[in-house]
């Protein structure tokens, strides 16, 4: 039987320097993100949107040296958001330019999302790719993306991600 494996633990020691924001002003839009560790030790995924210039939308990514994913089905998220709507989003290669998405509704209070990898579909700028699923060997970057195309605040807590 093959163990889980932590991706991410989040705890109030964590090393979140490989965590990194990507806003809509990469393309002159104005939102604004945040990833920072809380008090008790969740990383904390937050800020505002805005739609002024074309924009609307915050993304927070992790890039890590490439984890085998071959004996995994699955990623499962310790999260708590805010009741709204989020996409995960994984890439195989961190030079890829496209992600492999899916979306989540939050409902306020802590939960645990179960995610089968081969589910992931393939976007790029907010198009659906016309190619295969999620199917690679390897996941060298994790992230979440918030953009409900509104003008409003959002938080997501992520207490920890694993491959099972």
């Known amino acids: 039987m093959t163990q889980n494996v932590l991706v991410f633990n989040f705890n109030k020691k964590s090393d979140i320097t490989n965590?990194?924001?990507?806003?809509?002003r990469v393309m002159g839009g104005k939102s604004s993100g945040s990833f920072e560790l809380t008090d008790e030790g969740y990383g904390k995924f937050h800020g505002e949107i805005s739609l002024e210039n074309n924009g609307g939308f915050s993304s927070v990514r992790y890039r890590?040296?490439?984890?085998t994913v071959v004996n995994y089905s699955k990623i499962v998220l310790r999260i708590k958001g805010d009741g709204k709507q989020y996409q995960f989003r994984i890439k195989e290669a961190t030079s890829q330019r496209h992600s492999f998405v899916t979306y989540f509704q939050t409902s306020g209070k802590w939960e645990t999302l179960r995610i089968e990898l081969k589910d992931l579909f393939?976007?790029?700028?907010?198009?659906?790719l016309d190619i295969p699923n999620f199917s690679s060997d390897f996941v060298s970057?994790?992230?979440f993306l918030f953009g409900n195309k509104k003008v409003e605040p959002?938080?997501?807590?992520?207490?920890?991600?694993?491959?099972?």
Do not use: C, N, Y
């Open 141 to 143: 970057e994790i992230g």
């Open 154 to 164: 959002f938080q997501l807590l992520v207490d920890k991600i694993e491959l099972r």
């Open 64 to 67: 890590t040296s490439p984890i």
């Open 122 to 128: 393939p976007k790029f700028r907010g198009r659906q």
């Open 19 to 24: 965590w990194a924001i990507v806003d809509d």
